[in-house]
């Protein structure tokens, strides 16, 4: 499978000269299975671009929502196969805290988006799993997913196919304040063995204590998370949208750093836009 990222920071897009390299996009991944079918990890403003590509197909298109913070759906609303008649674009939300499945749907509604959703030429389905399903099949995928450390929680997702193991994890906070969800553990059980790990590494140590509780993990917890699950790859992710190129390629080389002092053979990266990998 081929999986590409779209869009890599957290909280608001982040343009200007200083965030070109990484990208300023929200929260969006591609995942195409070896089958040609099209799963989207997050539908942040990285989700537009990628849309812009799918409009050449006329496939089902699969989202997998982690949760309704606005900077994982705001770009739905210009996702362009919105506006194909009949493409079949199938949604299965988060789990978050307050069940408002069709919130991604919603914000197209009242006085914020002048294109009510119910107006859609687009088959638009969302399919909210019961509670204590952990995993089910995507066409040759098999989907997992594990509830986040979050304020409003969310899932994190599991993604198995052609061979190769993708753990996407994010907006999650390994060590929060508040009562977790899930345990460090449990998450380095999830991500065993993963190709790519792409974690939450919003802030740095020096965010501390102003950040904790707000839902985002310190860069080297989430290299802590892909040394202990042996993962191969770790994606930095969820990018601060005040860090720039150069302070990315700061916190890229300390990871580095980390993992070397581990002499883990863990590859560690900060996810940029573009960044592509054939699984
Ligand atoms: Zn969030």
Known sequence: MQLTFFGVRGSTPAPGAEFIEFGGNTACVHVELNDGTDII???????????????????????????????HIQGFP??????????????????????????????????????????????????????DVQSWPLKSAKISRLKMNHP??????????????????????????????????????????????????????????????WGHSIAEEAVKLALACRAKRLALYSHDPCRTDSDLKQLENH????????QAPLEVFAAAEGMSFNL
């Open 255 to 262: 990871c580095r750093e980390v993992v070397g002092i581990a």
């Open 78 to 131: 210009f996702f362009p196969p919105i506006y194909q008649p009949n493409r079949n674009i199938l949604i299965t939300p988060g789990q978050t805290a307050l069940p408002e499945h069709d919130a991604i749907l919603q914000q197209m509604s009242g006085s914020v988006f002048p294109v009510h959703y119910k107006n859609l030429p687009s088959n638009i389905e969302i399919k909210p799993l019961a509670d």
């Open 41 to 71: 990890l997050d539908a942040g403003t990285g989700i537009i671009p990628l849309g812009r590509e799918l409009i050449s197909k006329k496939t089902d298109i699969h989202v997998l929502l982690t949760h309704n913070h606005w900077d």
């Open 152 to 213: 409003g929680n969310g899932s994190a997702f599991l993604i198995e196919a052609d061979n190769a193991k993708i753990a996407y994890i994010t907006d999650n906070e390994l060590y929060p304040p508040y009562k977790k969800e899930t345990d460090f553990l449990d998450f380095v059980e999830f991500a065993k063995n993963a190709d790519i790990l792409i974690h939450d590494a919003q802030y740095v140590v020096k965010d501390m204590p102003t950040k904790a509780g």
